[in-house]
């Protein structure tokens, strides 16, 4: 093979390789999904500040929560919002429409990412270009492999002032070789 076929290549596999992609996943299968997301919520629900929520110790707060789609997720999150509201602020969740009389204040928050999403960085031979061959297939050379389970939300307290944008990012990295992936870190 001629030197000048040989550079020749070697730049085909570089522009080959030096690629990288983001893939968003719309369900939670599996456990680790699962984890991520809740552990993200739940770190979410830790992460309300105190400013906000102890002067409203022994009151009545109704929730109101927005997300894209209605489904498990957002109860799942509401619920850990409410629990976190009752043991750490002393708050009274109640539910609509209320029976004992009206709740002193309305909580209306919009989750803005409930989920996970998965990143790849580095070198690596997309194979998706092969007849036949599924279109995530691909062979690492060197990668970063990320699998992030993401809760984000903002809120207003009476449609008074909005808040900021709470965020958390729960994460399990690795890195991808050609035989062996190697965790970085992983869930607890």
Known sequence: MSPFRLVGLFCLVLVLSACGSRQVEDSLVGST????VSYAIDDLAMALPEEDFAPLAG?????????????DVRDYADQRLAMELTSRFGIEVVEEPLVAGPADHVLTVFYTSLGTDQDHQGFFLPLGFVPGVDESVRI?????????????????IDQSQ??????????TDSLGLPIITIPLNTLP
Request: no cysteine; charged share 25%; net charge positive.
């Open 33 to 36: 999904a699962q984890r991520l």
């Open 59 to 71: 009151q009545r707060v109704v929730i109101r929560s927005h997300f894209i789609a209605h489904g």
């Open 140 to 156: 690492n050379l060197i990668t970063l492999e990320q699998f992030h389970g993401i809760a984000e939300m903002y809120y207003y």
């Open 162 to 171: 909005r808040s900021d944008i709470l965020q958390v990012r729960k994460r």
